[in-house]
């Protein structure tokens, strides 16, 4: 098909020259879709995995998200299903013949969204399911026939029961994020569904990482695999400058308004570990002044795709978010990652940290690090084979005060006597207002109290360059060694 195609495929490696996707001899209407979204030059992912997906070849995908890898995959196997392509409208013509499964809702929207740019000059079809959302108007988007679809597991088995799609024309299956599909609990849905698959068919798998159980998924699935990695998995982005801070409690907030300002950020996500901690830490911060939103899986479809898309068009300066929900989201230039609290498992940090220094773009990750962290502090230096170094932090004179605000969130702080909290996730929802319980005594907290202010205009400054301060507050942080200048810690291999 192409010059490109290499005869040891198997030994590519992260050297392969950057090629210009002039040379990739794209079908017309492909490589105008190409032209048109402005890529040039294939990243690596792309260089190594198109034209061994040209050759039918199954793949074994090692790329961080943000590689290209959605255009690695989506543009050979559109290729190479140019010969089906027709222009009528009778559904038997576009039966699916490629199908692409994702963990979350996000990923599959996002994808989806790519293979419809790419395709938008051809006659092939495509579509999305996930759960979540009506069923119905994705059946009548099933039904009318669809060449390439886009699924999270568990709803195409919902589709597959209700008989509105079949499979046994599927010539292509890529799992992408296949590891966070087997930290989700994904994999018998995927063993179902592959199932329904004709066993001719070309397997595409792409993790961040290759775990064990990645392999043996791999083992049972994949025929002869190439085996590409763009990156050494579990590497940290090198244009990513990393800082940990030793902090406690709710000078974690503090030192989050500081560092903002002091570095002059634009936009950020922050990461907790929890849903409930997520929700709080948004509510949190939003009431201390920073435009913020949040992303975890308890929100509905709808309030995760306008948080995203709050983020996305600026109208928001800060994302707070949990591992599950941001997985992947592909936004770009985001120029800091915290991690609020730090990850329970190393390799999220890798996956967090990847959300910023993307593309070649200098990024900012912060962590904090609370004295009972010190295991998982060592598990990331055992992944990054490379020693932290904690540096404490001196908190300016003109903090805003935010503990006077009447509201803490250390992540530890319980609203009811059992220790449990009753409110839904959604009750913290931006422009939802909550009623405090009448029955049992809530803390004070001036944010139920008053009405719900919506955030200043997008175009307004962060909001924590106009934070009101006070003047006068001095607040150092217990792990303080002071007046030490900080430095960056390590820079990742
Ligand atoms: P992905 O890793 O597939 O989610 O892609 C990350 C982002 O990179 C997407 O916004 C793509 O539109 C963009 N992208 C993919 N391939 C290229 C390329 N060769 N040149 C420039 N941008 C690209």
């Known amino acids: 098909m192409t010059e490109l195609t290499p005869a040891n495929a198997n030994e590519l490696t992260s050297d392969t020259p950057i090629m210009a996707f002039a040379q990739l001899q794209l079908a017309d209407p492909l490589a105008r879709a190409v032209a048109e979204m402005g890529y040039e030059t294939m990243t690596p992912i792309q260089a190594q995995a198109i ?7 199954d793949v074994m995908g090692a790329a961080q998200t943000g ?12 290729q190479r299903m140019l010969k089906h392509e027709n222009a009528s409208t009778s559904p038997a013509r576009h039966p699916v013949r490629a199908l692409v499964l994702l963990p979350t ?9 790519q293979v419809e740019l790419y395709g938008k000059y051809t006659n092939l079809r495509s579509a999305v399911v996930f759960g979540g959302m009506d069923m119905k108007p994705q059946t009548i988007e099933l039904k009318k026939g669809v060449e390439v679809l886009v699924a999270t597991p568990g709803r195409l088995l919902d589709h597959i029961e209700a008989k509105n ?4 024309q599927v010539e292509y299956v890529v799992l992408d994020e296949a590891d966070r599909m087997l930290d989700i609990g994904f994999l018998p849905d995927l063993q179902r569904i592959l199932s329904y698959l004709p066993k001719q068919r070309t397997t ?45 409690g709710e000078d974690k907030r503090h030192a989050l308004h500081q560092i903002l300002r002091q570095r002059g950020l634009k936009q950020a996500f922050v990461f907790v570990n929890s849903k409930l901690g997520c929700a709080r830490l948004a509510r949190s911060l939003e009431h201390e002044g920073l435009k913020t939103t949040a992303l975890h899986g308890d929100k509905s479809q709808d309030e995760r795709l306008k948080a995203l898309e709050s983020f996305k068009s600026g109208e928001v300066d800060l994302l707070v978010c949990t591992d599950v929900a941001a997985r992947g989201l592909d936004i770009k230039d985001v120029p800091a990652v915290f991690n609020f609290d730090i990850p329970f498992h190393a390799e999220d940090y890798v996956h967090r940290i990847g959300r910023t220094g993307r593309a070649g773009a200098e990024g900012l990750a912060v962590t904090f690090v609370s004295k009972s962290d010190q295991r998982l502090v060592t598990d990331i ?4 084979k490379t020693k932290i170094e904690l540096e404490g932090i001196e908190f300016e004179e003109n903090l805003p005060d935010i503990r006077k605000q009447g509201h803490i969130n250390d992540g530890r702080r319980l609203y009811r006597e059992d220790g449990s909290d009753q ?7 931006r422009g939802s207002r909550f009623e405090p319980r009448r029955s049992r005594p809530v803390p004070q907290d001036p944010f139920f109290e008053k009405p719900y202010e919506p955030s200043l205009p997008a175009d307004a400054a962060p909001a924590w360059e106009a934070a009101v301060v006070r003047p006068g507050v001095r607040t150092i942080s217990s792990n303080i060694k002071t007046k030490r200048k900080l430095a960056a810690l390590f820079q990742a291999a």
């Not at 799609?165 to 046994?168: A, D, F, G, I, M």
């Not at 230096?381 to 990054?384: A, I, S, V, Y």
């Not at 409110?423 to 929802?429: G, N, S, V």
């Open 165 to 168: 799609c079949v499979l046994n």
């Open 105 to 113: 809702r996000e990923l599959a929207v996002q994808v989806a969204e």
């Open 204 to 248: 595409l798998l792409f993790s961040a990482t290759f775990s064990p159980e990645i392999k043996r998924l791999a083992s049972s699935y994949l025929q002869d695999p190439v085996t590409i990695e763009v990156a050494r998995s579990n590497a940290a982005a090198s244009t990513v400058e990393q800082h940990f801070y030793s902090v406690e």
């Open 67 to 78: 590689t290209g890898k959605t255009a690695a995959f989506a543009l050979p196997l559109m």
């Open 51 to 57: 034209p061994v997906v040209l050759q039918g070849r």
């Open 423 to 429: 409110r839904r996730p959604e009750d913290f929802a």
């Open 381 to 384: 230096e055992k992944l990054l």
